[in-house]
């Protein structure tokens, strides 16, 4: 078994702390980890699902706009991220397992280790609205 | 793969008759195979390998984990850096965007330091490594950055089926809620696996680790815990704390085993010792 890099590790630490909803990928978009407030809002359980390919996890999302239009995946801040190794922000809409539409921001920050290693992506949300 | 440890203390030498067990110079250990010298960090124990010289020795590679004082003070001490005839090769992990040569002057330069590193006699070759593999001689070397402060590699040497890991300085409990996490969530896990014989830190007891969280360093239980994790054969728990001296290290010892049983050797690391690994 490979192990992840020390910067990979460590924000999964850092995530693991934190009490804001956070998502870490590696340079693919697979999901590495998401800590327990990123629970809720996935509605899944990390020590359940474990690692998820980006084709699983995009699917339990359905990002909307103001709207109610679908968001492609590609404008969503996570997989510009990943695309463009640069931060990116953004909001939008999602589904509440109740039918209920919550506001998320979303900052999304590359990971670059040195000396110039591009090892994945950190997704941080943030709920705007309550239901 | 002959292993002789040169230093073994960490921060700072710590020279003291309450010392002589284990010894008080700072990290340095040698590893030779036929005429091949490779040395791991240039700790204040770098001195006397450097006075004792094994023959025939034409090319000295020394591989630097990090860049904090400890690890490179013995170098502008290191004789065979002042001897034209010697071809000196030196690693050492790449930061962000001052090189390696960069950072290492600011010590072998004055005023900390009377000669400047462009000016040895051997004029060292710098080489920046990464997680890298490389091969020196026989030995194939594995670098990989581990949780420690600032820019900081353990190595991996394998000569045939013998493996050799240095982690001096390495906290892979940083963060971690209950630690170990599994093998693909610790640092260093790769660079240890399977080893002949670890050589990790173990500086501080429990009660010192508490208000040191981040400084970059393990207790012996954690040391224990990631050996037993990467399931090595020998443990030699290194990097000891210049204020502890051989009877606090021993009750440290004693404290961190307390009645369990590990799979491995476990043992204190102490100037002077050598080791043989058999190339298998
Ligand atoms: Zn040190
Ligand atoms: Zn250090």
Known sequence: MATNHIEVILSRQLADCLTIPVFLTDPEGNLLFYNEPAEEL????YEETGQMPV????????????SGNRI?????PLVKTLAHRRPAHGTFWIEGLHGEKNEISVTAYPLIGRPDRFLGAVALFWKTVEP | MKITIWGTRGSLPAP?????????NTSCVSVTQGDTLVILDAGSGIRRLGNSMPPGISRIDILLTHLHLDH????????PL?????RVNIWGPTGYKESLFTRLQRYLSPPLFPIRLQDLPSQPQIFEINESSFDIGPFRIKSSYICHPGPTVGFRIENGSAVLTYMPDHEPALGAAHFPHEPAWTSGYEL?????LLLHDAQ???????????????TMDDALKFAEMAAVKKLLFFHHDPSHTDQQIQHQLHQAMGNKRFPFEVGIAAEGTVFQLPEG
């Open chain 1, 42 to 45: 996935l509605g899944k359980r």
């Open chain 1, 55 to 66: 084709s699983e996890w995009s699917t339990i999302f359905s990002p909307m706009d103001r």
């Open chain 1, 72 to 76: 492609p995946p590609e404008d969503l």
């Open chain 2, 16 to 24: 003291s008759p309450d010392n002589n067990e284990f010894g008080g």
């Open chain 2, 72 to 79: 490179i003070m013995g170098l502008g001490f290191f004789l």
């Open chain 2, 82 to 86: 002042y001897n034209p005839n010697m």
């Open chain 2, 192 to 196: 240890a696996r399977g080893a002949d």
């Open chain 2, 204 to 218: 501080y007891t429990p009660e010192e680790y508490l208000p040191r969280v981040g400084w970059g360093h393990s």
